[in-house]
């Protein structure tokens, strides 16, 4: 499991959050930073799909080391 | 919403990409350019299908969709889905046929990055490299798409439209408002526009909210002042203003991939969905229809993923229930891939393994082996192995992966499975089983095993009730058409009986590349019956084939390789040369060597029959080496190997064809061809006695022979003999009999390689019944001018194509090429390059030639139109 954290442009509702479920989304200034443990690359690029699905906009990725 | 500059860069080079993230507007932009620019008719449009990973699926839908404008349809060829299709065969006919594109003609392929079949992708590459300058492309993704570009962007023909361009601006953006009937103040608009940052999606989304709103600068205040995404917030604002009807449509039918009224209605369990759905439409709330008549719908992508996030949150209990409902409908519409989805999607493994073994054929049949492939890894592990029918599927995709290990594995779950099948599908999965077990078996190459399949299949698929009526029956004929592939190399005395079985029943299902694939093979299986049927089997098959675009597929060899022979022997070795060509063409060396060896077979035949002996007997060597590497014992092999002394023969060589039948084996020696060649080494040795002693049991019938032009050459050498014994009466029966038995097929060249003028003549004189076939011979024996007047130096007539063969039946006439265009509902250009190109092929420079040289090889009536 690998930590990472990954910023997307504006606040996620309730309904934009469902599509996360295994990571949690926090509110940081006008952005939301998406954090939690993905097993491997096919999980992180399932989430990157799932960001360009729903029409997000991507700023930042990051591996951060495990708490 | 005209945007003129974005449309104006969408037509500016001969390669478009636009590349944006989903609702940036790529797809209306599209629409709008093609109906404004007035492009319907030149415009050919295709959407990627949720993840493609099969090219032969990707281009047929590229084909079907440049067939519908008005340039394709008098270019592009009619290529039907069969198994196995080549994606760069496609491509390659698609540049051949669109070679001669005199005007402009549009490629506009939306969400391609949908594409996930790297070698369709390349395929597109290559198409789009080797295109003509009047095919223009338009190619919409999400993502950059890595297609060789670079190369277009330097030589200066790339033109690109991303999501900048794509904003609106503050003007394009009132305006899309005001077309919704949104009329806002100044700063209402700047606010809004602001916080869209002029994106599609929430510019259109807003105008859905603002649509008769009671407070349109609140609605701007409040928005602008959350830091809410803007689509999560637009459209939660969406829905709040629709009725409860229409949201409850809008989140349940968000599961399909395309809705309809009924569809809408099941799901919703009320009514008036077709409305409703219309009126979305009408809207223009992210909704497309799929069809002319407003049927069918999509859903913008981005709408509905957001839909069914918000599906899965707030009634997430009955998700599962509308995946079963959704299931059971398309099943009933015969739509099994969106069946066994949403069946999986609900976790009903059993209905979902149904319907699959069901439709299993069917889509085999269709070329949809990706597919197949996906829907099996849809299901968990366990339901594989647990499932006869499933393990049987997922063997018969191992095999085709060429994992024959594990394809036999699979099988033995299958079969371990296969006695706790209910009562009621037992019959049809003991078929599917048996069929799957008969592939394996034939990729093993085990002849024995094969044997023991293929009885096994028998025993089953012979059973009547073994298949339900219906979707059964696919499966039955596929069994039918397999068992009889596997059974036509070894001579039976009943023929091809699977076979025709099989291909009535795919003609009578319309299953038309079963009954294709099963007609060219039965072509090759009836040629010891009767030529006749033989040849009459392989028109039908290439007639087929070129009806579905199927012409480079490999069973059209077997067609094309049956009517060479045919030819060659009723005497007209020019014309076999054409299909003995193209059956050299589709049979590659690759192929199995029973297949090759069938090949080469022919091409010695058809040397033979005009008088290349060296040609010939290097052929039947090449047969002869590949009759070594089979194991099973082979139809054409004592024909082969007689045909090797035969040539010898011929050549002079008497020695070495007298060792080519000394060395044969016991069984071989008995065989009558091997009489038949053993009476003409004879016969070169002017020994008519030993000759006659060859022939008695071919003649008497206790040596087989393949077909029966071994038995009219039997009858030929006795004649001969019997008249060089100074037995004219039993020379004269001899013959008569010969004739007879060459009489219903035309057999011609036992004749030609055996010339006896004299006895001939005799027997014209004497009586009538032959006189047509005599005079047939007499003219191609050597001293007499041949028939036809061209053949001999002149090239082979290469075979015509369908549209070709369709201009030719017109020269006769004396229409003018714009008249013939006319009647074909063609330019006058396509009529003129179908000219050219017949022209080149017949070996002619005008009409009146080419009108003769057609009617000198029945291209033309009257033998062309036999029926």
Same mark, same amino acid.
């Given at each position: 499991m690998r930590q990472y954290e990954i910023w997307v442009r504006g606040h996620l509702g309730e309904m934009m959050r469902s599509a996360f479920p295994t990571l949690r989304a926090q509110p940081r200034g006008d952005d939301t930073v998406l954090t939690g443990a993905l097993p491997d690359q096919a999980a992180l690029h399932g989430v990157l799909a799932e960001i360009e699905a729903l029409g997000l906009e991507l700023l930042e990725l990051r591996r951060v080391p495990p708490r | 919403m005209s945007r003129p500059e974005l449309r104006e860069r969408l037509g500016s080079a001969r390669v478009t990409v636009l590349s944006a993230l989903p609702g940036s507007g790529k797809t209306v932009l599209l629409r709008s350019w093609i109906a404004e620019a007035d492009l319907a008719d030149r415009a050919a449009s295709v959407t990627v299908s949720h993840d493609e990973q099969d090219p032969q699926q990707f281009w047929l839908a590229v084909l079907d969709a440049l067939r519908q404008t008005v340039p394709g349809s008098a270019l592009v060829g009619q290529l039907t889905a069969a198994p196995d299709l080549d994606g760069w065969a496609i491509v390659e006919r698609l540049l051949k046929d669109l070679a001669p594109l005199d005007e402009p003609l549009w490629l506009v392929v939306d969400d391609l990055h949908e594409l996930g079949s790297d070698q369709a992708r390349r395929q597109l590459e290559l198409l789009l490299m080797r295109a003509p300058d009047e095919l223009r492309f338009v190619l919409a993704s999400r993502r950059d798409v890595r297609l060789g570009l670079h190369r277009l962007r330097l030589e200066g023909e790339l033109a690109e439209i991303r999501a900048d361009d794509l904003r609106f601006s503050l003007t394009e953006a009132r305006e899309l408002l005001s077309t919704a009937g949104v009329e806002l103040a100044e700063p209402t608009l700047a606010l809004l526009y602001e916080r869209t940052e002029g994106w599609a999606a929430g510019l259109r989304l807003a105008a859905l909210s603002l649509a008769?709103?009671?407070d349109p600068e609140r609605f701007a205040a409040e928005f602008s002042g959350t830091e809410r995404t803007v689509s999560e917030y637009l459209l939660a604002e969406v829905l709040e203003r629709q009725s409860e009807q229409v949201r409850r449509l809008l989140l349940r039918t968000s599961l399909l991939e395309q809705v309809n009224g009924e569809l809408a209605d099941l799901l919703t369990g009320g009514s008036g969905g077709e409305r409703v759905l219309h009126d979305l439409e009408d809207a223009n709330a992210f909704i497309v229809p799929m069809d002319a008549e407003r049927s069918w719908f999509r859903y913008h992508r981005l709408f509905v993923d957001l839909l069914r996030l918000q599906l899965r949150r707030t009634a997430s209990s009955e998700v599962t229930e509308l995946h079963e409902r959704a299931a059971t409908w398309f099943a009933r519409q015969g739509l099994p891939v969106e069946a066994v989805r949403h069946a999986q999607a609900a976790q009903d493994w059993g209905l979902a393994a149904r319907l699959l073994a069901d439709h299993w054929p069917g889509l085999y049949l269709d070329g949809q082996a990706t597919i197949v492939h996906a829907l099996l890894a849809g299901f968990p592990a366990e339901a594989r192995a647990a499932d006869a029918e499933l393990a049987a599927l997922t063997a018969a995709d191992e095999l085709a992966r060429g994992s024959l290990a594990a394809a036999e594995r699979s099988l033995g779950l299958a079969e371990s499975a296969s006695a706790s099948v209910p009562g009621e599908r037992r019959g049809q999965a003991l078929v599917l089983l048996a069929v799957i077990r008969l592939l394996v078996a034939r990729q093993r190459g085990n002849p024995s095993a094969v044997a023991e399949e293929a009885r096994r299949l028998q025993a089953v698929a012979e059973t009547p009730d073994a298949v339900r009526p219906g979707l059964g029956q696919e499966l039955r004929a596929l069994a039918l058409v397999s068992l009889g592939i596997t059974e036509f190399w070894a001579t039976r005395p009943e023929g091809p009986q699977h076979l025709d079985q099989g291909v009535a029943l795919a003609r009578r299902i319309g299953r038309p590349y079963l009954e294709f694939s099963g007609l060219a093979y039965q072509a090759i299986g009836t040629m010891p019956w009767s030529l006749t049927r033989a040849a009459e089997r392989g028109r039908l098959a290439i007639e087929l084939a070129q009806r579905h675009g199927w012409t480079e597929e490999m069973p059209i060899g077997y067609a094309c390789a049956a009517r060479a022979a045919v030819l060659a022997l009723q005497g007209c070795p020019e014309e076999a040369e054409g299909w003995a060509q193209r059956a050299e063409r589709s049979i590659k060396a690759d192929a199995e060597p029973a297949a090759e060896l069938a090949v080469r077979y022919i091409r010695g035949l058809v040397e033979l029959s005009r008088g290349r002996f060296a040609d010939a007997l290097a052929a039947f060597r090449a047969a002869e080496r590949l009759a070594g590497r089979l194991v099973a014992p082979h139809l054409l092999v004592p024909s082969t190997r007689a045909h090797l002394s035969y040539s010898l023969v011929r050549l002079g060589d008497t020695e070495r064809a007298e060792q080519v039948l000394a060395g044969l084996s016991e069984h071989d020696r008995d065989r009558g061809e091997t009489g038949v060649a053993a009476a003409v080494l004879w016969l070169a040795r002017d020994d008519p006695r030993a000759a006659t002693v060859a022939l008695t049991p071919v003649l008497d019938g206790s040596?087989? +022979? +393949?077909?029966r032009s071994w038995l009219v050459e039997a009858f030929v050498l006795e004649a001969i003999a019997r008249d060089a014994l100074s037995d004219p009466g039993a020379a004269e029966r001899a013959m008569q009999r010969a004739l007879e038995l060459a009489e219903p097929d035309n057999i011609l060249t036992p004749f030609v390689l055996n010339p006896a003028p004299g006895l001939l003549g005799r027997q014209a004189r004497g009586r009538t019944a032959h006189a047509a076939l005599i005079a047939g011979i007499l003219d191609l024996l050597p001293g007499n001018s041949p028939v036809p007047p061209s053949a001999g130096p002149r090239p082979p007539v290469e075979p015509l194509s369908d549209s070709e063969v369709r201009v030719l039946r017109y020269l006769p006439t004396y229409l003018s090429a714009p008249e013939i265009a006319a009647e074909l509902s063609v330019s006058t250009s396509t009529v003129k390059t179908h000219l050219r190109n017949l022209y080149g092929k017949l070996g002619v420079h005008s009409r009146a030639e080419a009108v003769g040289r057609a009617r000198a090889v029945s291209l033309l009536a009257p033998s062309a139109q036999r029926r």
């Open positions: - | 008769g709103h009671p040596a087989p +022979v +393949v077909r």
